[in-house]
């Protein structure tokens, strides 16, 4: 069985994913960050509102600000700019040896 950090090189920063469920989903955006638990932080999407008290030494100013969130790494595909929707990915090794992420429906996901 395989666990959320093995499983996360399919996804990786960088990637544009759609978001499949939850409050965001149908929206799109680029994978900003890809924490080992299995949770990735996508742009645009899951935005709460932080409560953020004003420090002078900083020169931070208070008040109501928005925040992106990580969001669970199975609630999201990788888009397919060809099929523009979002698709499961694999892997496939080249006859040279190199490995390379391909979409379930055969094309290259990395160019």
Do not use: C, W, Y
Not at 69 to 90: A, C, D, L, Y
């Amino acid at each position: 069985m395989l666990r959320a950090n093995e499983h996360m090189n399919k996804i990786r920063k960088g990637d544009e994913v759609i978001v499949k469920t939850g409050k965001d989903k149908g929206r799109r955006g680029t994978v900003l960050q890809v924490f080992a638990d299995g949770r990735i932080l996508v742009e645009g999407i899951n935005i709460a509102k932080k409560h953020v008290k004003p420090n002078p030494n900083v020169g931070e100013q208070g008040g109501i600000q928005d925040k992106a969130m990580p969001i669970q790494h199975s609630n999201v595909m990788v888009f397919n700019p060809k099929t523009k929707q979002g698709e499961r990915v694999g892997f496939r090794v080249n006859d040279d040896g190199s490995k390379v992420r391909v979409f379930k429906s055969g094309d290259v996901v990395d160019l």
